[in-house]
């Protein structure tokens, strides 16, 4: 191994030993490598020279937790991602603008979620043209199936806005506007008193039930580019809630997760519901507190066929290629249910 290649200038021993693990197994079903460059990449991602060090730094009673990224100063944790970037750039990944997305995905030294690059493709999608920053040849038959995954993940917009639409009864216009690696421009809205609305997409998994360090930034970014202090975010996968009142089953109480809306210094969630129109989302406004909706909410804005408009919007932004075959595709989704029994498919 060159001795050459970037580290992380301090070693970081995670309070969960699992941790490492976690990355160096999320960076071998990812980029299919080598075990040891694997180690290698994760090791130096911690400071370490080697797998053998870092492993051994555990099983020392001398040696203390480091302080994840989420309790640092955030210069801190900007150049301690720039030099993990730097590591992977300099062990094989292709580039500085895939390691950077890559270390964003992972958080090898954060401790907020499990490190994953599942949603890899998807978050590249927001940051990067395949073929061009990354360096892809397209010759392999991997890199064209990854430029097939983009190509399909870039009509999620579009799926999402015509659903708006004909749904929903929103006046949408497809616009590609401000680009980053949290979010996208994807359209705009207008509302009844003639103020226009961006529409921002973001890949990340959400529903009202979950906090995060990813949306308070998200959120951060957003009303710095929304001169208007106006703003509407959709999350690309769809969620719904079908147990706001635990007592009873009662379908017409199903909520469709729209998103969150800005205007005026202030973010709410708001749900949507068949031919509602735009102005809906200003009628939510103060009335969907916290992550659980409270029943008089959803017998007002819910409706009975929530659940099936969730599960037909999820395959539609699933199954866009004629060639797949549904019932092999649906294997690789599972149906998941978070604390405030908000549902969402994730990659099994």
């Avoid at 994760?42 to 080697?50: A, D, I, P, V």
């Avoid at 001398?62 to 992977?88: G, H, N, W």
């Avoid at 009303?223 to 703003?231: G, K, W």
């Avoid at 060639?323 to 989704?333: G, I, K, L, N, S």
Wanted: charged share 30%; net charge negative; hydrophobic share 40%.
């Amino acid at each position: 191994m060159s001795g050459d290649k970037a580290i992380l200038p301090y070693t970081f021993v995670h309070s969960d030993r699992k941790r490492p693990h976690q990355v160096k197994t999320a960076l071998l079903n990812e980029f299919g490598m080598a075990d040891e460059l694997a180690g290698e990449m994760t090791s130096r991602m911690f400071g370490f020279q080697s797998w053998k060090k870092l492993e051994a730094s555990y099983n020392d009673p001398r040696t203390a937790s480091s302080t994840p990224d989420e309790q640092v100063d955030r210069k801190v944790m900007i150049e301690r991602r720039f030099a993990q970037a730097q590591v992977l750039a300099d062990c094989g990944i292709k580039g500085m603008a895939l390691s950077h997305v890559v270390v964003g995905c992972l958080e090898p030294t954060g401790s907020s979620r499990k490190p994953s690059l599942r949603r890899l493709k998807e978050v590249l999608f927001h940051a990067i043209d395949v073929g061009e920053n990354i360096g892809f040849d397209l010759t392999s038959e991997d890199e064209v199936s990854f430029a097939k995954s983009i190509a399909a993940i870039k009509q999620i917009p579009k799926v999402w806005l015509d659903f708006l639409a004909t749904e929903i009864g929103w006046f949408v216009r497809p616009v590609e506007g401000v680009k980053t690696f949290l979010f996208r421009q994807v359209g705009e809205t207008r509302a009844l008193d003639g103020n226009v609305f961006p529409i921002f997409m973001t890949s990340f998994q959400h529903s009202p039930a979950m906090e995060s360090s990813e949306i308070d930034e998200l959120q951060k970014h957003i009303e710095h580019q929304s001169p208007r202090d106006r703003a509407i975010v959709i999350f690309s996968k769809p969620t719904c809630n079908t147990k706001v009142a635990k007592d009873r089953d009662d379908p017409k109480l199903q909520l469709l997760y729209g998103g969150m809306a800005f205007q005026d210094g202030e973010w709410w969630n708001f749900v949507l519901r068949p031919n509602a129109g735009f102005e809906d989302v200003f009628k939510q406004r103060g009335q969907f507190k916290g992550g659980k909706p409270s029943v008089r909410f959803a017998m007002k804005y819910g409706y009975e066929a929530a659940l099936a408009r969730f599960i037909d919007l999820h395959k539609a932004l699933n199954y866009q290629d004629d060639d797949h075959d549904e019932e092999d595709d649906e294997e690789a989704f599972l149906l998941a249910e978070d604390a405030g029994g908000w549902n969402h498919f994730v990659t099994r």
